[in-house]
């Protein structure tokens, strides 16, 4: 490293300064130095990296070893994002990984790599919930194509099934019948999918969110989360909410439901919370000015988590891990908190699953 200063810190030092885990591996897979950073997020002190193969601090699947393979057979760099860290200590959802072979004056590869992982910043975990409005949107363009596409001839099919059940042979009337109940089945999914209505359409004002939360535990209690143990904390100073109550209600049943249906009955418990926040000001594209989003309301449960590989691609439709799971329901809520101008994310750990919902208050 050059430098024009007279007197700068060493390589060393800047290298200790550094935010990111700072990790050098020699040709035979053994950590050879590591600095301060690396023993914070990797949680092991410098005595048990250094020395030790990179493979009994990060698991022999996780991708990190397959871009050290890469880089010793490029003798190039390579950076990638977004890749889970799980090792036996911690569990960081997303982090960015930068990886360098180390050359000589002739530029000879020497044999070392030098590996570099920074956990996502509050930025880019703001990014993400950008993402997931994008989510929200392209939910909202395929409402408009299912509308269209989908529900028209759907209703076409079934008026023309019933003026058949009339004429059809006793025998073939059940096959009527299946027509008009597939029908059926596909129109109620496109109606879940809440993708029918124009956002625009839907008339907001303020709505008190406790009654909104309120409503949506009542039916949990008495429907899908029975058993389960709702506890309901919330701040009664809160000011109403600039939103539409039955979609409002729509995304925290959503988010109840999931919740309810990843816990065991026995030991099940949700913990439903509200807070105002100050000074969270989201700068969102499109908008003219940073938008205030000071309303907080918390779906956690004690449940195993969201797995680490889905966490990306949570709000996506489509994406499911449960049997007969639409995968609709979170996209649903990007959808609808999107088009409140609010932000939603998720923070999930075996134990402790947290879906925060950020959204704005009603003027005045
Ligand atoms: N609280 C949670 N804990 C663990 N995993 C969760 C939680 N909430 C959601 N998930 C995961 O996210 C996936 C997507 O949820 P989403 O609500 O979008 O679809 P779904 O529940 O599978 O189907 P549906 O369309 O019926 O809601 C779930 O299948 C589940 O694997
Ligand atoms: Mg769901």
Request: proline share 7%; with cysteine.
């Amino acid at each position: 490293m050059q430098s024009l200063a007279k007197s700068t810190p060493g390589p060393a030092a800047i290298v200790e300064a550094l935010s990111a885990a700072v990790l050098v591996i020699d040709a035979d897979g053994i950590i050879c130095d590591a600095n301060p950073s690396a023993e914070q997020i990797l949680q092991t002190s410098l005595h048990g990296l250094v020395g030790h193969s990179l493979d009994v601090i990060i698991p022999d699947d996780s991708p990190i070893h397959a871009l050290v393979r890469q880089v010793r057979s490029s003798s190039a760099s390579i950076a990638d994002h977004g890749i889970p860290l799980e090792t036996q200590r911690v569990t960081i959802p997303a982090i960015s990984v930068q990886l360098a072979p180390v050359l000589d004056s002739n530029g000879r590869d020497q044999g070392f790599v030098v590996l570099s992982l920074s956990p996502h910043t509050i930025a880019q975990r703001i990014d993400q919930q950008l993402l997931h409005r994008h989510a929200g949107r392209s939910v909202a363009a395929m409402s408009a194509l299912l509308a269209h596409e989908v529900k028209n001839p759907l209703a076409s099919i079934r008026g023309a099934a019933q003026l058949m059940e009339t004429s059809v042979a006793e025998e073939d009337r059940e096959l009527v019948t299946l027509i008009c109940d597939e029908v059926d089945r596909i129109n109620s999914l496109v109606d879940r999918m809440g993708l029918a209505a124009d956002p625009r359409s839907l008339e907001r004002g303020p709505v008190n969110i406790h009654e909104v939360l309120e409503r949506a535990c009542r039916l949990a209690e008495t429907g899908f989360g029975e058993g389960i143990r709702l506890i309901e904390r919330y701040d009664p100073s809160l000011p109403p909410a600039f939103g539409h109550h039955d979609q409002l209600i729509q995304v925290f049943v959503n988010l109840i439901k999931n919740a309810c249906e990843v816990l065991g009955r026995d030991r099940g418990e949700i913990i439903i919370s509200t807070a105002y926040q100050h000074g969270v000001r989201i700068a969102v594209p499109g908008a003219a000015k940073p938008v205030d989003l000071p309303l907080v309301v918390r779906v956690q449960d004690n449940g195993p988590g969201v797995p680490l590989d889905m966490q990306p691609h949570l709000f996506d439709p489509f994406v499911s891990a449960k049997p007969g799971g639409h995968g609709l329901g979170l996209a649903i809520v990007a959808k609808i908190v999107s088009e409140h101008g609010g932000l939603v994310e998720c923070d999930s750990e075996p134990g402790r699953t947290t879906f925060t919902v950020m959204l704005p208050v009603a003027a005045g």
